[in-house]
């Protein structure tokens, strides 16, 4: 175990250091198994000082949840730059290598423990509700106008983006292009209208 020489910090700056080391924990442990004892003398802190920055540890796991919610977002933010189907691509690109370089900590707070705790839950649907937004704000461009059952079928996506990403990671079947492509050309499909649906399945009447 490596323990960081105790330094000076700003509250800011320990706080912020205290979640990067519980993040880097999720990576080999479930959530429920990062302890504040470890994390503390990682940092060279007092367990006391770090329960000065956190009510609790639930409250610290909680604040390491968000850490990691807002690099996976940063990670995979849309370059505005590119045509709209490249977007998508170069997105679900960034995802798929996001989550393949944090495999454990990302099967971990969708499948763990965590995912029971209804605050845990809010924060993950915020995520995906910002995944989503992004879809839905750029649909336009490809001829797509948004309205409640657009809204309804991103979402459902974004639930398919999960777990084939899951199952992929468990089970690697076919190769990463392959899966981003899987990934791509689902979402146009479930899109679609009702009426361009038909056709396309040649039960239009």
Sequence with gaps: MVVVKRTRLSPEERRAQL???????????????????????????????????????????LAIVRHVSAEMLERTEPDPSREPLEILHTAIESYVDYVSENRDSY?????????????????????????????????????????????????????????????????????????????VTALPAVAMSAASAAALLGTAK
Excluded: C, N
């Excluded at 006391?48 to 956190?54: N, P, Q, V």
């Design 19 to 61: 979640i990067d080391l519980g993040a880097r924990m999720l990576a080999d442990r479930p959530l429920e198994q990062i302890s504040v004892e470890e994390i503390a003398d990682q940092a060279g802190v007092s367990r006391g000082l770090l329960f000065h920055y956190f009510a609790s540890k639930r409250d610290f796991h």
């Design 107 to 183: 099967v971990s707070l969708l499948r763990g423990t965590a995912s029971g705790d209804p605050e845990m839950r809010e924060e993950f649907e915020r995520t995906r509700a910002t995944m989503a937004s992004r879809i839905v704000t750029r649909l336009p461009s490809i001829g797509i106008e948004p309205d409640h059952r657009i809204e309804l079928a991103v979402r459902g996506w974004i639930a398919f983006v999960e777990e084939a990403t899951i199952s992929w990671l468990r089970d690697p079947h076919i190769t990463r292009e392959e899966l981003i492509d899987l990934i």
